[in-house]
């Protein structure tokens, strides 16, 4: 039987199908090695048999080094969510209708708090205050948690975070993103 190259390079080259196998690394390998198979066909179609038998040991030896190189990448592994993890000066910049402002806050592995909030209107009236406190930590599932802040005067307010990564953290509630800064 008699394949049309064409058509099944056509077929090989649809942005649907390199779209479809992008998303895993088996899809990647696959269409790396279908790729491949039709470049080194195209080309050495009319190579002696020696010269074949090469170009496709080189082909797969490559392909198989690929293949083994996606699979034992590093995986990222999940942070940690506890007190050494929330430990730190966190800074936050923040817009609410007419005022923005920001905080500096430090997180002692203890479970205490302290640091300033910043307010400011967009007539460039504001305030600085210091803020001090206690903080628990509750995780939820998988790289979701809450902090408890009771503050000095008794008010209490909960929060909702996803980690993003070592440093920010965004804040499901107010939709901001918290930044680890140096001390």
């Not at 198989?64 to 190189?69: L, N, R, V």
């Not at 302290?114 to 600085?128: D, K, L, M, Y």
């Not at 205050?129 to 979701?144: F, H, I, P, T, Y």
Request: glycine share 10%.
């Amino acid at each position: 039987m008699i394949l049309n190259k064409e058509l099944n390079m056509e077929h090989l080259f649809n942005a649907e199908v390199i779209k479809a196998a992008a998303t895993s690394q088996l899809g990647v390998l696959s269409l790396m090695s279908l790729i491949l198979g039709a470049v080194a066909l195209t080309f050495f179609q009319k190579a002696a048999t020696p010269v074949r038998i090469v170009v496709f040991m080189l082909l797969f030896g490559g392909v198989a080094g690929f293949g083994y190189a996606m699979m034992n990448q590093n995986q990222k592994k999940p942070l940690k969510i506890d007190a050494e993890f929330v430990a730190g000066r966190w800074r936050v910049d923040q817009k609410v209708g007419d005022r923005e402002g920001g905080s500096f806050i430090d997180y002692n592995s203890d479970g205490s708090f302290s640091g300033t909030q910043e307010e400011f209107t967009i007539e460039g009236q504001g305030f600085r205050k210091a803020v001090n406190g206690k903080w628990e930590l509750r995780e939820l599932s998988g790289d979701e948690f809450e902090m408890i802040l009771t503050f000095e005067d008794g008010l209490r307010h909960t929060m909702r975070f996803r980690v993003l990564d070592r440093d920010h953290v965004h804040n499901l509630n107010e939709n901001y993103v918290s930044v680890r800064v140096p001390k």
